[in-house]
């Protein structure tokens, strides 16, 4: 009998792409330094990804210079790779943007310049009852950045919409971290919800003023977490330093902090 797989074939469906090895890397090592495995300040080489994660240095290398384009590593031609300090002054800067993006775009929805079919979408998402609230995290956090998005998006200007999205990539490794309390995805569909209606009723000012109020709140509750986060890391990452100290049979790790 003739599997579903050669039939498939036979009809001419391409074959499934092979996950490209690069790809790979690079989603684990951004994983890795989201999860704050890899801690700022961490310094390795190449070749200790290359042996930890048994691939060539090629891939590791696309990886690496990919993540090095986003911001999250820096190279040091003669001692490797470092994972960017962590600077709240970096983080704040970005959040003040996409602030006065966002504000801008909020005044064109409201003074009527614009009404996309990305408003309709906003509504399906976050106009909802309670019970049709999603509870993952992850899928939430995602939402929250495309929730902001679109309502710039809607605006009109693509060349906005363009300096917003390169910001909310930049956040991404910490405004993801607001997303791990339930109080937090409650409130977010709250404040979504307010902000969404005052936009289609037009009331500027009151959506302005929900709109900051939402981000700044954003923005308090992902540093507390992410300084929470950093220092449990820290304190784990000594403890496992002392244990191979006093252990000479440990392992050592291939990826060591600075």
Request: aromatic content about 6%.
């Amino acid at each position: 009998m003739e599997s579903q797989q050669t039939r498939k074939r036979r009809l001419g469906e391409p074959k499934p792409r092979p996950v490209n090895m690069a790809d790979r890397v690079y989603a684990e090592l951004k994983d890795q330094i989201f999860n704050f495995s890899l801690l700022p300040g961490d310094r390795f080489s190449e070749n200790e990804v290359a042996e930890r994660m048994e691939v060539s240095r090629t891939p590791v290398r696309d990886a690496l210079y990919r993540l090095q384009q986003e911001g999250y590593v820096e190279v040091y031609f003669r001692s490797g790779w470092q994972v960017r300090p962590f600077d709240f002054a970096y983080f704040e800067d970005l959040y003040d943007l996409r602030i006065v993006l966002e504000e801008a775009a909020v005044r064109r929805l409201c003074d009527g310049l614009q009404q996309g079919a990305e408003l309709e979408q906003l509504k399906q998402t976050w106009l909802v009852a309670e019970a049709e609230r999603l509870a993952d995290g992850q899928l939430v956090s995602r939402l929250d950045e495309q929730f902001h998005c679109l309502l710039v998006a809607a605006a009109g200007n693509r060349e906005m919409a363009a300096v917003h999205q390169s910001v909310s990539e930049r956040i991404r490794i910490i405004r993801r971290l607001d997303f791990t309390q339930g109080p937090r995805i409650a409130a977010t569909y709250s404040e979504h919800g307010a902000i969404l209606g005052a936009v289609l009723k037009r009331r500027s000012e009151e959506a302005l003023r929900l709109l900051k109020s939402h981000i700044e709140a954003s923005k308090a509750e992902v540093r507390k977490i992410t300084l929470h986060m950093l220092h449990a890391a820290r304190e784990r990452s000594q403890r496992q330093d002392e244990s191979s100290i006093a252990s000479p049979i440990t392992t050592i790790p291939t990826i060591t902090s600075a």
